[in-house]
Every structure is written in structure tokens, then in C-alpha cells.
């Protein structure tokens, strides 16, 4: 089927699994948004964050969209129940892949989950966990300073191995032996996570998780492109400075972006009737 996923993210994290995604599924044509004017969802109220996110996703399905990838922590933790129930396409968040391999993975029963503040509080991953194994124990941290030093590129010095000791110190304490990374900014800090809670810890990188589990969806309900011979199609489109996600982008997707288009959210604005 030749339809486009849409993919939205508060911000600029969520091209770590656009990134999976084209690994996953190269020749499926893809529309990201970022909403960058109103990041991060992750210090922003739920009822907030629905909000946002049912905007978000009115504006991608304009595109005809045959699925919708919510690369967002937080609006998946907030969000994508109400999501589920008002659109019509397949909607996948980013925190139930991640849940379902660090249950399958864990050999001691002891599962870390890192995130940010809105994440962290929302309780998703730990609900997530205990419904499907409760005999598992999970400990969270919140780790906001992740955020700005992936997007600085601060992924390797010794300020970001000393942020990530001091937030990582009493996961370590917990003996933990599966750590997801509930934050799509925080793949770009692996290495320097490996290293501080140590290499016999599994980590679990949600958006290569979702983007597992997109491909599986897909496959299931036959919608995968029905043309994989031409050049897919990558638009992006953000709600603030195209300029400084451009700049950014490279560190996060691997490669310079072209184009990007800044849109005007108020046009899908859920309290405006007539749209």
C-alpha cells in the first residue's frame, strides 16, 4: 500500500526511530513531525499533552497516513489510549515494544528505566511491566540532563559521564540487569550509559523495539508498500526553527536533511470546530 507513516515527536529525539524505521522498512514513505514551538511535553500536564499530540496527529493525517508512530515517551505514556480510540489507522507508541523485550531479555526479574520527568511520573513503563510479568521489580530515574547533552553532542566527554554516573549510581545499587532507555534522545548516550552501569547490563532501545514492532503491524494487516521498487519519499516538518532542526538533525538521524517546512499548529487546533 502506498501510504506514507506519519511519525510525531515533541520535538527532535524521535528521528532516533524514524532512524530504525527506514532500517527496518527502507522503501516505506515516511512524514515526520516535530513539535518543536511547544517542546518538552515531558514538564506539561496530560491533559496537555493529549491535547498536543490529537493536534500532531490531525495534521499528519491530512497525508493519508496508513499508520501513526507516536516516537514520544511522553505522549505515548499520555496520549496514545486516547489516540487509539479517535483514529482510524493503526497508532504505535514507543513504550510497549520497549516493555515486551526487557521482559523477554531480564534474567534476574530487575528492570531500570530511565526517562524524563513526565515520563518517569506517568508510572507507563512500570503499569506496562507489572501487567504483563508481575514478579518483576522496576526502579526509575528520571534523567532530563540526557536531553540537552545529546542535542549538544555532549555524548562522550567527561560531563556526560559524570551526569550519567550520578543519575545511574542507584540503579546500580539495585543490581539491575535490563535498562531501557525511555527517552528517544538517549541512544546517543549508549556508549557512555554502557559504561557507567556496566557492560552486563541489557540495554533496551525503544525505537528499535517500535520499529520491530511497525514492520510486524504492517506485515499483519497487509499495508506494507505495495510498490518497493521506487525512491521513498522523507518529508519533515516541525512547528518552530527549521534552522536549528536542521543544524541538530545530523546527530540524531545520521544524515543532513535537505528540507524541512515549518507549519502553523493553531490550523489543527482540537477546540477550533472548523477543521
Known amino acids: 500500500m502506498k501510504r506514507p507513516l506519519g511519525i510525531f515527536d515533541s520535538g527532535i529525539g524521535g528521528l532516533t526511530v524514524l532512524k530504525e524505521i527506514i532500517r527496518v522498512l527502507p522503501e516505506e514513505d515516511t512524514i515526520y513531525l516535530g513539535d518543536t514551538a511547544r517542546v518538552p511535553y515531558g514538564t506539561k500536564s496530560p491533559d496537555t499533552v493529549i491535547r498536543y499530540s490529537l493536534e500532531n496527529a490531525r495534521f499528519l493525517l491530512k497525508f493519508e497516513i496508513k499508520a501513526l508512530v507516536v516516537a514520544c515517551n511522553t505522549a505515548s505514556a499520555y496520549a496514545l489510549q486516547r489516540l487509539s480510540g479517535e483514529i482510524a489507522v493503526p497508532v504505535i507508541g514507543v513504550i510497549m515494544p520497549g516493555v515486551k523485550k526487557a521482559v523477554e531479555v531480564t534474567r534476574n526479574k530487575k528492570i531500570g528505566i530511565i526517562g524524563t520527568d513526565g515520563t518517569v511520573r ?123 532542526f536542521i543544524q541538530v538533525s545530523k546527530k540524531f538521524l545520521g544524515t543532513t536533511l535537505d528540507k524541512v517546512e515549518k507549519v502553523d499548529m493553531m490550523q489543527y487546533n482540537i477546540h477550533n470546530p472548523a477543521v
Open 122 to 244: 506517568s508510572n507507563a513503563y512500570t503499569n506496562a511491566i507489572k501487567a504483563l510479568a508481575p514478579d518483576m521489580s522496576v526502579f526509575s530515574k528520571a534523567c532530563p540532563l540526557f536531553v540537552p547533552l545529546a542535542e549538544e553532542g555532549w555524548i562522550d566527554n567527561e560531563i556526560a559521564f559524570l551526569t550519567a554516573r550520578d543519575y545511574l549510581s542507584e540503579l546500580r545499587d539495585k543490581e539491575i540487569d535490563t535498562l531501557v532507555l525511555g527517552c528517544t534522545h538517549y541512544p546517543l548516550l549508549r556508549n557512555v550509559i554502557a559504561q557507567v552501569i556496566g557492560q552486563e547490563v541489557s540495554l533496551i532501545d525503544s525505537g528499535q523495539e517500535t520499529a520491530a514492532e511497525i514492520s510486524k503491524v504492517l506485515k499483519e494487516r497487509n499495508l506494507l508498500d505495495s510498490n518497493p521498487h521506487t525512491e521513498p519519499s522523507r518529508k519533515f516538518f516541525v512547528t518552530d526553527s527549521p534552522e536549528r
